[in-house]
């Protein structure tokens, strides 16, 4: 049996060591591409700063912070179905997005996603509010209501892109997803929200372990369940809200890179979160190079990539973890 | 001293609890005994704070448990649920160490202290040996000892266990009991117990309160408790004492 000193060093080994490895990825990364960079001049020339650079921030940024809510979602929801976009954020912030496109605010330097982002927050506060009953927040209705609220607005934008045929190509791939017009400003809009809302699900960690025994057991263990809930969901729903706004819907990280950090490592939350912002800034960035360096100089769809690569590894890792037992 | 005052719960409607008022002292071991859906489950989450009553409160040396937070009610009650958990893949001594949460400051690991204290819940629940299996790998017995161990390691002064015994055979009824015994009578663990079997309160529980019709009917000695004429009012079956046994037949 390992003692309690060796568990907790063992894991800040291995986060850091994924740190310095993500931050090596990120540059060579950065030096690929349509136009490939040379090492030497990298650092003088406008595309890798002006570019790359903002562009693989970004991917690193959304695919930590999709990752992280997935694993609270798991944990919270106490279901292993659960992604981030699971309470309907991402179809609200779509919504935003096609209303944007529709008025023709693409133009405009915050237009798309400041539309996406004011109506994913909307979709935040009215879920909160249906699903609460006086001050006790009911998971399985708040599921329940961000699916349905999903599907309402998954039929909206469906109604909206047949009315206006012409802007359908434009709807559909923002809804897709893509980091093509990653830039500093939105590395900046994004960053401080997923620092702030992966400190929180750091911070709250242990009682993700105690959530999954059972709402009433962790009470009984000393969490205090609503609060604790409360915070968890406020705090990752803005992260997704703010990702979702600047990259628009990637699917595929925030469900399965927990299971498969979890898969390697078990299921203790106070090593899955710290290792599954790495695991995920790590696939996402992989998928993102490879969605623009595959068939230059057109972009592939990153949330098809994350798929392609994703499913045949996570089947790969559950095949080999149900041989062992 | 848990002191039970007034307490009335309703669900809807439906009124589950009546105007309970009990006290319980610090050592008791005690069962809680009635007839399904009169209430016994409710008076423990009432008891644990998980559910507050309509009317009426419920007292820990005279604090209120409503004015208590989760952290420190969580340092006094433990409570081991009729139903544990299954489908996680905590193994055993992962899940017993969560009896320590609350006593862990955040972004802090377990301290020595708190892995001794597991290894000595566990060796003395018999469930040392299963510290690595996960509960799909345990039987229900060794699964029920496992929380019981999880509810130890929080030290606290007051045990609640709901239906601890039910689904397990008479061999391991015994134990789980003989268990329990044990802890009360070394530690001084004040017990606070559901059971349906009537002849295991009578062998192993000193005191009882047995609720029928949402109200509390007796309260004392378990022995008084149980004569023909209470059990057939709330059980609506014939018993006679033979040998200090109930012998149990069917109206």
């Known amino acids: ?325 | 001293m848990l002191s039970i005052q007034n307490v009335t719960y309703s669900y809807g409607d439906k009124e589950i609890l009546h105007d309970i008022t009990a006290t319980v002292n610090d050592g008791d071991f005690c069962a809680i005994l009635g007839p399904n859906g009169c209430g016994k489950t409710t008076l423990l989450r009432c008891i644990a704070n998980l559910t507050k009553p309509k009317e009426g409160y419920i007292s820990i040396n005279d604090t209120p448990v409503s004015t208590l937070s989760p952290r420190i009610m969580a340092q006094n009650i433990a409570f081991v649920m009729q139903h544990p958990q299954t489908d996680i893949d905590f193994s055993a001594f992962e899940t017993v160490l969560m009896g320590r949460n609350p006593y862990q400051r955040r972004l802090q690991n377990e301290s020595e202290q708190d892995w001794s204290i597991v290894e000595q819940c566990m060796r003395q629940t018999n469930t040392w040996h299963l510290r690595l299996s996960i509960p799909s790998q345990m039987s229900g017995g060794e699964l029920q000892r496992v929380m019981i161990a999880r509810a130890l390691a929080q030290q606290t002064p007051i045990l609640l266990l709901d239906e601890p015994t039910s689904n397990l055979d008479i061999a391991h009824q015994f134990e789980i009991m003989e268990l329990l015994r044990d802890i009360n009578r070394k530690e001084g663990k004040t017990i606070l117990i559901v059971v349906h079997d009537l002849n295991l309160a009578l062998r192993y529980c000193p005191k009882t309160m047995l609720l029928h019709d949402t109200k509390l009917i007796y309260k004392g000695p378990t022995r008084d408790a149980l004569t023909p004429e209470r059990i057939h009012e709330v059980f609506d079956v014939e018993a006679s004492i033979v040998d200090d046994y109930l012998k149990i037949d069917k109206v």
């Not at chain 1, 999903?150 to 897709?176: G, N, Q």
């Not at chain 1, 703010?242 to 090593?271: K, M, T, Y």
Request: glycine share 6%; hydrophobic share 55%; net charge positive.
């Open chain 1, 1 to 325: 049996m390992k003692s309690p000193s060796n568990h907790k060093s063992h894991t800040v080994i291995i986060s850091l060591a994924l740190a310095i490895l993500t931050v090596v990825a990120m540059f060579l990364c950065a030096t690929m591409g349509v136009v490939d960079l040379d090492m030497k001049t990298l650092f003088q020339t406008p595309i890798f700063w002006n570019l790359r650079l903002p562009r693989v921030c970004l991917v690193v940024i959304v695919g930590a912070a999709l990752s992280v809510c997935g694993t609270t979602y798991q944990a919270v929801f106490r279901n292993p179905l659960t992604d981030p976009y699971v309470l309907g954020i991402s179809s609200g912030a779509s919504l935003g997005a096609a209303l944007a496109i529709l008025m023709g605010l693409e133009a405009h330097l915050f237009g798309i996603g400041s539309m996406a982002l004011v109506s994913a927050l909307l979709t935040i506060l009215l879920i909160f509010k249906v699903a609460s009953i006086g001050n006790r927040m009911h998971t399985t209705s708040l599921l329940l209501t961000g699916v349905c609220l999903t599907f309402l607005i998954t039929a909206v934008i469906s109604l909206l892109m047949a009315l206006h045929h012409d802007k359908m190509e434009s709807i559909i791939f923002w809804t897709m997803g893509s980091f093509a017009s990653a830039s500093w400003m939105d590395v900046w809009i994004v960053l401080p929200i997923v620092i702030l809302g992966i400190a929180v699900v750091l911070y709250y960690s242990r009682d993700l372990n105690l959530l999954l025994t059972g709402s009433e057991t962790a009470q009984s263990l000393g969490v205090d369940v609503e609060k604790v809930r409360r915070r968890l969901l406020f705090f990752t729903t803005l992260m997704v809200a703010f990702c979702v706004s600047a990259c628009g819907v990637i699917g595929f990280v925030g469900l399965v890179v927990p299971h498969c950090v979890r898969l390697l490592i078990g299921s203790d939350n106070r090593r899955i979160v710290p290792l599954s912002i790495f695991a995920g800034a790590l696939f996402l960035l992989l998928c993102d190079t490879m969605a623009r360096t595959l068939i230059p100089p057109n972009e592939l769809p990153v949330g098809s990539i994350t798929s392609l690569v994703g499913a045949p590894m996570f089947i790969y890792l559950l095949y080999k973890s149900k041989r062992k037992l």
